[in-house]
Nanobody, 119 residues
């Protein structure tokens, strides 16, 4: 079972920056993908950014050039550096981790951290 602990959310003005972090602990197999999704009120949960075990990154079009995802493979930590934040980035951000073992792969979610961007 994977435990995910997130931190770094908060309130920031438009144009500002925040850095989210997520640490994975507990019993799990090989961690494949780590990353972030977000959900704004009334919207579906959407991908923000992910990074694979081979360091391949994927970003939502809306955050390309502003957000950067990185990972510490030894410590099982993933970060999301968010720059030039916009009001539209306001959402609950969820850490997302896929771990794989001999019986298959599991999807794990963090508890979510609120990011609020004011104009």
């Amino acid at each position: 079972q994977v435990q995910l602990v997130e931190s770094g959310g908060g309130l920031v003005q438009s144009g500002g920056s925040l850095r989210l972090s997520c640490a994975a602990s507990g019993r799990f197999g090989s961690i494949n993908s780590m990353g972030w999704y977000r959900q704004a009120p009334g919207n579906h949960r959407e991908l923000v950014a992910t990074i694979s075990s081979a360091a391949l990154t994927r970003y939502a079009d809306s955050v390309k050039g502003r957000f950067s995802v990185s990972r510490d493979y030894a410590k099982n930590v993933v970060w999301l550096q968010m720059n030039s934040l916009e009001v539209g980035d306001t959402a609950v951000y969820y850490c997302h981790v896929i771990d794989c073992g001999e019986y298959g792969c599991n999807t794990n979610w963090g508890q979510g951290t609120q990011v609020t961007v004011s104009s």
